[in-house]
């Protein structure tokens, strides 16, 4: 079954208290994304992947990292996570061309105290 | 910039009427449109999308979006409302010319009554 897979689904923890939220795809896409769902807000993208060892910047990277060293997997890294970090993440993967249609991930609720 | 406005927070409709669902957009050169929905506690489903054709673009679950280029709009309608279409509803456009940069609304709700 073609699918994005995100771990942890629901994640409490504290300020400061360096975490990562992984992301998979078996769908042998190039192009991955994270996004963060803010009430209001909508979804606003945070990173991006073209294809392996290759990201950029989306709207809101401030305090996030990433990197893409296999296709398949694209974790999102919080070194210093802060309250204001709270929020509903999702991570999706396209095959980049006629169709552009993205597969998103169930999502990781991450509440930071 | 690349835009997207949906100016309606919340949308109640009764079931079995039509309901509309809007979306205006802002970008440079020619869009890429899509409807995304959102059921509780879940990650967002494709139900269409418009790359170029025919302005009347048919999705999944009795969908359709008509594309209006003069106003830049890309509403979904369906003609008759599923109280199970209840859900959050995103309109997001990318420019044709660029490979990397999808922009989202800020949500629909939609409330269908029985």
């Known amino acids: 079954e073609a699918q994005v897979t995100q771990n942890p689904r629901y994640l409490i923890t504290v300020t400061g208290k360096k975490l990562t939220v992984t992301c998979s795809q078996n769908?042998?896409?190039?192009?991955m994304s994270w996004y963060r769902q803010d009430p209001g807000l909508g979804l606003r993208q945070i990173y991006y992947?073209?294809?392996?060892?290759?990201?950029d910047k989306g709207d809101v990277p401030e305090g996030y990292k990433v990197s893409r060293k296999e296709k398949r997997n694209f974790p999102l890294i919080l070194e210093s996570p802060s309250p204001n970090q709270t929020s509903l993440y999702f991570c999706?993967?396209?095959?980049?061309?006629?169709?552009?249609?993205?597969?998103f991930g169930p999502g990781t609720r991450l509440t930071v105290l | 910039a690349q835009s997207v406005a949906q100016p309606e927070d919340q949308v109640n409709v009764a079931e079995g009427n039509p309901l509309t669902v809007k979306c205006t957009y802002s970008?440079?050169?020619?869009?890429?449109l899509f409807w995304y929905v959102q059921y509780p506690n879940r990650g967002l489903q494709f139900l269409l999308k418009?790359?170029?054709?025919?302005?009347l673009v048919k999705g999944s679950y009795g969908f359709e979006a008509e594309f209006n280029k003069s106003q830049t709009s890309f509403h979904l309608k369906k003609p008759s409302a599923l109280v199970s279409d209840s859900a959050l509803y995103f309109c997001?456009?990318?420019?044709?010319?660029?490979?990397?940069?999808?922009?989202f609304g800020s949500g629909t709700r939609l409330s269908i009554r029985p």
């Open positions: 999706a993967s396209t095959q980049w061309g006629s169709t552009d249609t993205q597969y």
């Open positions: 769908m042998n896409h190039e192009y």
């Open positions: 992947s073209m294809n392996v060892e290759v990201t």
């Open positions: 970008v440079s050169g020619n869009p890429y």
């Open positions: 418009y790359i170029t054709g025919d302005n």
């Open positions: 997001a456009v990318r420019a044709y010319s660029s490979a990397s940069k999808i922009i």
